[in-house]
């Protein structure tokens, strides 16, 4: 049986959340990870786990106790956030003095340690993404990183619980959805930074991002913290919109420490089964996702929506076709349907709904499976021309023809007799 993990940033993701959602799937137990402290020599840290509700739903929240998080005995923790000031999943201040920790120091100890093998080389190669990421933003040297908040033990613990957790389930595939940052402002040890702060937003370079909730109203929020994108990125994971297919096996959610009320503060995991044998088979074409929006249309002339659809396909949308039907009270109307890209259907979108007569639209996604394309010219008794030239992705070339406006050229040269 294949095995395919499911990684779902519901709030956002960190640490200490993605850890205890193992927990709560039953993956792994509270009593492996109250262990690998020690395995660190971290004399005197704990691991609690307690079970929390998030939004009427039972989750596990996951904290490391008995940390000095990074700071030497005698300097003291950070102050209060300002009043009004929004917290964040990770605290993110520190006072001056503040302990630093160097990237080679925290990579010693982690591969002296007593940790399996496959443990500490997750746990370093973590850590390698955070270090580089920390180097990039402050324009500093590898080799001279020094981590504040994730330099801290708490936070080194936390790679290593996560690390810990995907080596026990060892899934054959990974998936996941796109990151939540999170928004506005969060106070820094320099001050404050936007969201993402710098080390996240490098972290984030190549993924893809979602945006807020609507439903968590805090202006200044950080999300996911850069421990956590982190670990999400160490992974490689196919980001997708939705659940892949199987049977779900395992479930379970991490808390985040806040707790936004009506929506649920969570990061979740699903460990799923199939059958490889159940797989439809593999074709030899490319494949993507295409989001198809469609208006029923009752109320605008023929001339308007012909310009809509002539502009849309300006715009960037892949395809245009209006379709006559029948709506309320017996009107005759138009369905308008168009198919985007990805990146590009919101934008489209928000266009048709401004410029067109329609009060709304329906959308969904569609997995595509398209010929491999390419072109070329050739010369022919009409002249040059160039081929469209459809073929798999094992290069067998299945059709060709000639593009249209070259077509179209040649027919108005025989018309007027060239």
Not at 23 to 45: C, I, M, R
Not at 90 to 104: E, K, N, Y
Request: proline residues 9%.
């Amino acid at each position: 049986m294949s095995r395919t993990l499911y990684l779902e940033s519901v709030s956002g993701v960190a640490g200490d959340m993605f850890a205890a959602a193992f927990v709560h799937a039953g993956l792994v137990s509270s009593a492996e990870l109250a262990a690998l402290p020690a395995k660190l020599g971290f004399a005197g840290v704990r691991v609690e786990v307690r079970p929390v509700i998030r939004a009427a739903m039972s989750a596990t929240h996951l904290a490391v106790r008995g940390a000095p998080a990074g700071r030497s005995p005698e300097v003291p923790p950070p102050p209060a956030p300002d009043p009004g000031e929004e917290e964040t999943h990770l605290i993110v201040d520190a006072p001056a003095g503040h302990t630093h920790t160097r990237h080679a120091e925290i990579d010693e100890r982690i591969a002296g340690s007593d940790l399996p093998a496959g443990v500490r080389e997750r746990a370093r190669r973590i850590f390698r993404l955070l270090a580089e990421a920390e180097a990039a933003a402050h324009g500093t040297p590898l080799e001279e990183v020094a981590f504040h908040e994730v330099g801290s033990v708490d936070s080194i613990v936390d790679v290593v619980l996560a690390a810990w957790c995907l080596e026990q389930v060892k899934p054959d595939r990974i998936c996941a959805t796109p990151l939540r940052p999170g928004r506005g402002f969060v106070r820094m040890q320099h001050g404050h930074q936007p969201v993402p702060p710098p080390a996240s937003a490098r972290l984030l370079t190549d993924l893809p991002v979602a945006p807020t909730p609507a439903a968590i109203t805090r202006a200044n929020i950080e999300l996911s913290t850069p421990t956590g994108i982190a670990i999400v990125k160490s992974l490689a994971p196919e980001f997708v919109r939705e659940m892949p297919a199987g049977t779900v096996r395992a479930q379970g959610m991490g808390a985040g420490t806040l707790d936004f009320g009506e929506f649920p503060n969570v990061f979740r995991v699903t460990l799923l089964e199939a059958d490889p044998s159940d797989a439809a088979p593999a074709l030899p074409y490319e494949t993507d996702q295409v989001v198809e929006v469609a208006a029923n249309i009752d109320d605008d002339t023929g001339e308007h929506l012909a310009w809509i659809t002539q502009r849309l396909l300006a715009l960037g949308a892949l395809d245009v076709w209006i379709s006559p039907g029948t709506g309320k009270k017996g009107r005759p109307l138009h369905c308008l349907q168009f198919l985007a890209a990805e990146p590009d259907w919101a934008r489209l979108a928000d266009w048709f709904l401004r410029h067109s007569t329609s009060f709304g639209i329906r959308h969904r996604r569609w997995d595509r499976l398209k010929l491999a394309r390419r072109f070329e010219s050739r010369e022919t008794p009409a002249g040059p021309l160039t081929f469209k030239i459809g073929l798999t992705t094992t290069g067998e070339v299945l059709k060709e023809k000639p593009e249209f406006e070259e077509q179209r050229r040649h027919w108005e040269r025989e018309e007027q007799g060239g």
